[in-house]
């Protein structure tokens, strides 16, 4: 084991440390936070032998650079990006090796998504509160990354033991999502409150929608067009997921991210699919999306095939890592 540093040379408009979110505390009124685009972070762990929930870089906007003081594997996920190293192009998506003293800038492409993660081999120094890295604002648990600062990472990774593949290094069955330019498609489960509000599954399955400035990580804010419930009859607080289509008194549709409330007093028409998430995770001010009603059953079949996806993901890199004689976690999905 060695203790690297990266020295962060740039970042993007907010950097944080993040990791999959606090387990088991929305009972106690915590919300579970976390990254808002799960896969990718699942994704980019994975790629480096990291358990998946392991402490990794959000990256929101702006272009992230860092640069280490020793040899490191490292990945990029999430929104469509330039990745270079040292100023020459490189893959994301895919296991880099990167040379000590090589800087390592991603420069996402804000127009198809808004988050980049950078995950790294081994350990990263970050705080933790309630177990968990993932910041938490209203907490005052910010976790900046700061532009000059240095992250320690605690790495057992030294190279590998062999002459490395031609390149790319390697050719792993990634689940990269589409990240379209037209409008998203979000699949979408009814809710108990789309009885309450006669003719709202038909506006919502027929409207574009368009995500305004005022989304922020609690939801994302939507100009389209909505109904209210014909009474004005108090609804009684009530829990909501993650994912929620929650249509407050004003104009406007609200889908909750993992930072909400955890009660509410709204209608929820519907609730996202678990599968539609990450996608959410990336709409930023000005993305264009359209619901498409579903039922419970295809939606936890469609999460279904994307975890199997990601589990054959681990068992690649498990066997490619071990044929280089470097081991690496193979963990179970969550």
Not at 51 to 63: M, Y
Not at 69 to 83: E, F, K, N, Y
Not at 98 to 112: C, I, L, N, Q
């Amino acid at each position: 084991m060695k203790t690297v540093a990266l020295e962060i040379t740039g970042t993007g408009f907010i950097t944080t440390f993040q990791d999959l979110g606090r387990h088991d505390t929305e009972r106690r009124g915590v919300p579970t936070g976390g990254a808002a685009d799960q896969h990718s972070a699942t994704v980019a762990n994975l790629l480096v032998g990291n358990p998946r929930g392991a402490t990794l870089l959000e990256n929101l906007g702006g272009e992230l650079a860092l640069v280490p003081d020793s040899d490191v594997l490292l990945a990029v996920t999430g929104a469509p990006a330039q990745v270079t190293v040292a100023g020459c192009p490189a893959d994301g998506w895919s296991p880099l090796v990167v040379p000590a003293g090589h800087e390592v800038r991603v420069r996402g492409d804000m127009s198809r998504g808004t988050r980049t993660y950078l995950a790294v081999n081994g350990t990263l120094s970050a705080k933790t509160l309630l177990g968990s890295a993932a910041p938490d604002a209203r907490m005052g648990f910010g976790q900046a990354v700061t532009r000059g600062s240095r992250v320690l990472l605690q790495t057992e990774f030294g190279g590998f033991g062999r002459q490395l593949f031609q390149q790319p290094l390697f050719r792993l069955p990634v689940p990269v999502p589409c990240f379209d330019d037209g409008p998203w498609t979000i699949d979408v489960v009814a809710g108990h409150g789309v009885h309450a509000i006669p003719g709202i599954r038909e506006v919502i399955e027929e409207a574009t929608y368009t995500v305004t400035p005022r989304s922020d990580h609690v939801g994302l804010r939507l100009d389209g067009p909505v109904l209210h419930p014909a009474s004005d009859a108090e609804i009684v607080s009530h829990g909501v997921p993650v994912g929620a289509l929650q249509i407050p008194h004003a104009d406007e549709l609200i889908v909750l991210g993992r930072y909400r409330s955890l009660t509410a007093g709204y209608p929820i028409v519907g609730v996202a699919s678990r599968a539609s998430l990450p996608l959410l995770g990336q709409a930023g001010p000005g993305r264009q999306l359209r619901f498409r009603w579903t039922d419970r059953e295809t939606s936890l079949r469609r999460f279904a095939r994307r975890e199997a996806e990601v589990h054959a993901l681990g068992h690649a890199v498990t066997g490619a890592f071990s044929a280089l004689g470097f081991t690496v976690p193979l963990l179970p999905a969550n």
